[in-house]
């Protein structure tokens, strides 16, 4: 083309594309400009057009698509279609126009520049690109631009080269094992570039200590580069710039460090600069390079760094962060306002002190240089005075990281420093002493995990004190129970003056007081209620740090808090103090709820603590109240507490006398209606009081006597009044609380599931009639969830009915119906074919032929990817039919159907394999679990059926899955490990017939690919296998994708 034509061409082209981003275009005009510019990218000299372009124009949007198309090139056509001249042509003025104008370019020109010469380095270096990797290196050792852009060209070639992650572009597998031989054997001089660049720019910083060497032996704190004490601003020119090289240069390490063999290629003298820099993040601009170098060291603490010298390693990082931390709270280099702004630096650095302490702290406990109280005392000063609560989250995350590596007899030693943990978290969760944080914090919106901000702050603040409890349980909950004592006089004397605070002049402060007072009192008696394992707990790690920490002492403290907390519920059952308080009736609500939960934790622990029997049988009376119906209804929270509080001493305190006559009105009540409470409570209320009628079984002398007596009679009795309305008020409306009640006993003991389904049984018959009735069509989402809960907790004491059910089961769902509907009845028939009790052709059990039928008639055929719940419960049920009911389809003895049942095998395995090809994933997950428990217990890959007939394809859809890559690719490891279960049946066969059949069946390949395809390695283990298989899958991607782009259409050739 000659100059006027190009110049032509270019301001067309330029046109267009400003066309194509202006506002006003409209959606129709931007296809055609699309249309066209892909015309012209498949033309087979578009590459001569970009080339001219790129040298010509200044425009950002004609530079991209110049380059992008380029890229397309590279990508598509390097390989099959360029000539070696043709490529060294691009590949020429591609780097010209890079050095040319790597100063004056936009950064992402720049970048887009730099990754198309990686990605020609990527097929040729280095037999026509030798000079790849010596450019960067060269380019690194410059200064100013030429070093920055050395750095872009560094970390994309870590990027697209190295091993670290699967790019995406299609390569053979020698090429890549190539690719990072080379990248290895040019690091050593790319990290000592990167490494003189760093320490250049630290003594520029103002400074004049450079980080030490590796000869200087294990180094002092002295010895390190003091910049938080010595930095200042240095206003140049080049400020911004230097920062940008330091900062680019430290992600570029990060990079490397994610994939290189680190204790070969990673000097110590390189990580301790690196963390230098991430030690700066008081001085002005250099926040991004702080972040960036403590991003480094984590990367290299995450994949366990360990050089030849690791222990002065640790010791090195152990000085570096001792520095930073001192720094940081001596005095406080960050006010308030700084470390808002400097989040996500406090977030890494709490995260490199959790690896930190995680990997060297028990290893450095043995040097002499290694002062762990002192460590641990900036530690705590960091913890505490971070003002950002979610930081402060983080910084517990490091404790219990601490927690997690001590051993018993390390208590004493560390005893001091967890006793302050404690103290100091009880007075970070007190409104009296961090109001000024916890006022802020969201106790209203509901994140993804159902929790409010201020839950999960206050859940990890009590997670931490309980992990110290493990380790000091009667100290701990010593220290909780004082302040504890305290808040519980304040909230007595309160309720005793009618829930208010003082009047007067100072009403307003003592109204605040109180407030605070009471709000701490909540939050303190949540920490008791989850002291309690830890306090009681069988085992004691040895300690003697403040007195003789022994079981009676401990079971002395807890039935202290026990006989105070009954007390104060006792009398807010009687005085309802949040009736009378209005001011404050939120929080002497919140303090009751919680006071109900504690107890709930402690009665589980209330024989072993030697609570007085009255004391439990107080804790009863005063949660009924709650429960009963009021004229002024009691708040939900305060309901619902009272139930679970009832649930628990239902389920684990055995009463002296008739728990049912304690619970008096509610029992009557409950055989009515608790339509007065919320549902939720409600559900809660009949399991309780079912388990107080349940707790009685077994007192009789025997275990045949389970199912008489009066406990039985009575839960019989309210399972009776429950079941009764459900003829006349309609299984929409009478099922569900049955359903949840099912739900909750699932794990009850057997005695009490005897009694549970002779209760239900008369439920269970009207419910099963009106399946079969369409007037309540409309109902059957509520009867299906019903008898699913049914046979999900009391299959096997429904006895006959079960399989009747079944039989009605497989009749219904022939009639169509709701896809939900089905689901779950396919589900109730399958927890009847696990269950056992064989159909066959005898009297009961579920009917194998029927169930075969239900699945190739009605179920699969509406297995579809817009029901994946239905298909899912589907391949369920055949699966379990295949494992549970193989004899049927291989019977021991002659019963005239064995040819009829092998078509049905051979119809259920081709069912089986056809879900492999789905998209669905859980789905692909059920089935090679079935397939590995049907190979594991019944031999299936061995089985001449399968090994004739099924074998080759089951192996050619897993390989083919297995080349998709994609989403199957988070069940590659169960697919190969099927695969190699399936091969190793026959591996000779596997190798020198299978592979060869399977690879002539794949379209795209040239002859020459297949003969190297099917030199398959002989290796027979699992682990060789497995990479074996991957590098032939890719190799096949990668084969096809060069000859599907030799075949290219004419357009792209002419």
Avoid at 511 to 531: I, K, N, Q, S
Avoid at 609 to 635: D, I, K, N, S, Y
Avoid at 752 to 779: D, F, Q, Y
Wanted: with cysteine; charged share 20%.
């Amino acid at each position: 083309m000659s100059d006027m034509e190009v110049s032509e061409a270019l301001v067309s082209l330029e046109a267009l594309m400003s066309e194509f981003f202006a506002p006003t275009t409209s959606n129709l005009r931007k296809r055609e400009i699309e249309t066209m510019l892909e015309n012209f990218s498949k033309h087979r000299d578009s590459w001569r057009h970009c080339l001219l372009f790129l040298q010509k124009s200044e425009n950002q949007y004609v530079l991209m698509f110049t380059l992008t198309t380029l890229e397309n090139i590279i990508n598509r056509q390097w390989v099959s279609l360029m000539s070696d001249e043709e490529k060294t042509e691009i590949r020429l003025t591609l780097w010209n126009e890079l050095m040319a104008k790597h100063e004056v370019m936009q950064y992402f020109i720049r970048n887009k520049l730099a990754a198309l010469m990686v990605s020609i380095a990527r097929y040729d270096w280095p037999h026509l690109y030798p000079d790849f990797f010596s450019n960067i290196v060269e380019l690194l050792r410059c200064s100013g631009r030429r070093c920055l852009l050395g750095l872009v060209l560094a970390q994309a070639a870590s990027e697209e080269l190295g091993a670290a992650r699967d790019t995406g572009v299609l390569l053979p597998s020698a090429r890549r094992c190539q690719l990072e031989r080379l990248m290895l054997k040019g690091v050593p001089q790319m990290l000592a570039a990167l490494s003189a660049i760093l320490e250049k720019n630290a003594q520029n910083e103002g400074h004049s200590n450079p980080p030490p060497s590796p000869t200087s032996g294990i180094p002092q704190t002295s010895a390190l580069p003091d910049l938080l004490v010595n930095a200042h601003d240095v206003h140049t020119a080049d400020k911004a710039l230097d920062m940008e090289i330091v900062v680019k240069c430290l992600t570029t390490l990060q990079h490397l460090f994610s994939w290189l063999p680190l204790s070969s290629h990673v000097p110590p003298t390189l990580v301790t600069t690196v963390f230098y820099w991430g030690s700066v993040a008081t001085q002005t601009q250099s926040k991004e390079a702080a972040l960036a170098g403590l991003g480094g060291v984590c990367e290299l603490l995450y994949r366990r760094y360990a050089p030849p010298s690791s222990g002065a390693t640790a010791l090195r990082l152990h000085h570096c962060a001792l520095r930073l931390l001192r720094h940081l709270t001596h005095p406080p280099l960050l006010t308030p306002h700084e470390s808002v702004l400097y989040v996500d630096y406090l977030n890494k650095l709490a995260e490199f002190l959790k690896l930190f302490i995680s990997l060297h702290f028990k290893r450095l406990e043995a040097e002499p240089e290694f002062d762990a109280i002192q460590f641990l005392s900036y530690l705590f000063q960091f913890t505490f005075q971070v003002p950002v609560c979610t930081i402060f989250v983080n910084c517990l995350d490091i404790w219990i990281q601490f927690i997690d590596i001590l051993k018993p007899e390390d208590t004493v030693k560390y005893w001091e420093a967890l006793r302050g943990l404690v103290e100091g978290i009880l007075n970070k969760i007190q409104f009296q002493h961090n109001k000024a944080q916890l006022q802020h914090l969201d106790n209203e919106v509901y994140d993804d995990d159902g929790e409010t901000e201020w839950q999960t702050f206050l859940k990890h603040c009590i997670e931490c004190i309980a992990r110290v409890a493990e380790l000091a349980p009667l100290d701990v909950f010593t220290c909780v129970l004082e302040r504890w004592q305290g808040l519980a006089g304040v909230h007595a004397r309160a309720a005793g003056r009618g829930g208010g605070g003082a009047g007067g002049a100072g009403g307003a402060a003592d109204g605040e007081r109180l407030l605070c007072a009471l709000l701490d009192l909540a939050t303190l008696t949540r920490v008791a209620g989850r002291l309690a394992p830890a306090l009681l707990a069988d085992a004691e790690p040895c300690r003697a740090a403040a007195g003789a920490d022994s079981a009676a002492a401990r079971a002395a403290a807890g039935a202290a808090l026990v006989e105070r907390v009954a007390a104060a519920l006792g009398g807010a059952a009687l005085t309802r103090p949040h009736r009378a308080a209005h001011q404050h009736a939120h929080a002497h609500v919140q303090v009751h709820a919680e006071m109900f939960a504690c107890m709930g934790a402690w009665c589980v622990h209330a024989a072993a603590c030697g609570v007085p029997q009255h004391t439990v049988e107080g804790l009863l009376a005063a949660a009924v109240p709650f429960l009963l119906p009021h004229e002024l209804p009691e708040p939900p929270l305060l309901c619902h507490a009272a139930a679970h509080l009832l649930l628990s001493l239902s389920k684990n305190v055995k009463f002296t006398g008739d728990p049912v006559a304690q619970a008096g009105d509610l029992f009557q009540h409950a055989q009515r209606s608790l339509h007065y409470l919320e549902p939720k409570t409600a559900g809660v209320v009949r399991e309780a009081l079912l388990w107080l009628c349940l707790s009685r079984l077994g007192s009789g002398s025997g275990s045949g006597s389970g199912g008489a007596g009066p406990g039985a009679e009575a839960a019989r009795a309210l399972l009776a009044a429950w079941t009764a309305p459900l003829p006349h008020a309609g299984p929409a409306a009478a099922l569900p609380p049955l359903t949840a009640l099912l739900h909750a006993n699932a794990h009850a003991n057997t005695q009490a599931k005897k009694v549970i389904a002779e209760g239900m049984g008369g439920a269970a018959e009207t419910a099963l009639r009106m399946l079969c009735e369409p007037s309540c069509a409309s109902a059957e989402p509520e009867i299906t969830e019903f008898f699913l809960a049914l046979f999900t907790a009391l299959l096997p004491q429904l006895g006959a009915f079960a399989y009747t059910a079944i039989d009605v089961f497989l009749d219904v769902a022939q009639r169509g119906g709701g896809e939900s509907g089905l689901e779950r009845l396919v589900e109730c028939v399958r927890l009847g074919v696990e269950a056992g009790g064989g159909g066959g052709g005898g009297g009961g059990g579920v009917r194998e032929a029927a169930v075969l039928a239900l699945l190739q008639q009605h179920a699969l055929p509406r297995a579809t990817l817009h029901a994946p719940g239905l298909a899912r419960a589907a391949h369920r049920l055949l699966a379990s039919l295949l494992i549970h009911r193989w004899r049927y389809f291989f019977p021991t003895k002659c019963v005239g159907e064995e040819e009829e049942r092998l078509q049905q095998f051979r119809g259920a395995l081709s069912a089986l394999g056809r879900a492999l090809l789905q998209p669905d994933i859980e789905l692909l997950r059920i089935n090679i679990n079935a397939l590995e428990t049907l190979n594991t217990k019944w031999k299936l890959y061995h089985k001449p059926i399968f090994r004739s007939e099924f074998l080759g394809e089951f192996l050619s859809v897993l390989l083919a899955g297995l080349g998709e890559g994609g989403a199957r690719a988070l069940l590659r490891d169960e697919a190969l490990a099927a695969a190699h279960a399936m091969a190793c049946v026959d591996f000779p066969a596997f190798r020198l017939a299978f592979l060869p059949h399977f690879l002539r069946q794949l379209p795209g390949l040239q002859p020459e690919h297949l003969q190297q395809l099917q030199q398959f390695p002989p290796d027979t283990d699992l682990p060789t296998f497995t990479q074996n298989i991957q590098r032939l899958m890719n190799d096949v991607n990668c084969y096809r994708a060069y000859n599907s782009l030799s075949g290219a259409p004419s357009d792209m050739l002419s």
